[in-house]
C-alpha cells in the first residue's frame, strides 16, 4: 500500500502566504508526475499545478505568477507556495501522484485525503 499526507493548510488573510505539504510513502518503486488540485463548494476539481520527476511544471492560469509548486525526488514530497492569495483560491487542496511500485510495473494514481485553505478578505 501508500499514501499522500497533506499538510499545511489553514485560513489565512487576503494578500497571505501558505504553503502546503504532501509526501508519498509506502510501497513505492518510482514518482512519475506529482501534482496539487483544488476543489471549491460545489464546483468541479480542477488542476491547480503539476511538476514531473525532471522538474517541468504546469499551472493553472488563475494561479501563474502566485503559486509555485516543488519537489524533493529524495523525501518522495511535494510543496506547493501559495503568495498573494485571494478569497477565490479556498478550497479543498488535493496532492496527486502517478507512480510505479515495482520496475516496469503498472502506473498508480494516488490522491491525499484533502487539506482545506480558507482565504478570508
Known amino acids: 500500500q501508500a499514501q499522500l499526507v497533506e499538510s499545511g493548510g489553514g485560513l489565512v488573510q487576503a494578500g497571505g502566504s501558505l504553503r502546503l505539504s504532501c509526501a508519498a510513502s509506502?510501497?513505492?518503486?518510482?514518482?512519475?508526475?506529482m501534482g496539487w488540485y483544488r476543489q471549491a463548494p460545489e464546483k468541479q476539481r480542477e488542476l491547480v499545478a503539476t511538476?514531473?520527476?525532471?522538474?517541468?511544471?504546469n499551472y493553472a492560469d488563475s494561479v501563474k505568477g502566485r503559486f509555485t509548486i516543488s519537489r524533493d525526488n529524495a523525501k518522495n514530497t511535494v510543496y506547493l507556495q501559495m503568495v498573494s492569495l485571494k478569497p477565490e483560491d479556498t478550497a479543498v487542496y488535493y496532492c496527486?501522484?502517478?507512480?510505479?511500485?515495482?520496475?516496469?510495473?503498472?502506473?498508480?494514481?494516488?490522491w491525499g485525503q484533502g487539506t482545506q485553505v480558507t482565504v478570508s478578505s
Open positions: 511538476i514531473t520527476s525532471g522538474g517541468s511544471t
Open positions: 509506502g510501497s513505492i518503486f518510482s514518482i512519475n508526475a
Open positions: 496527486n501522484a502517478h507512480f510505479r511500485r515495482r520496475e516496469y510495473g503498472p502506473m498508480y494514481n494516488y
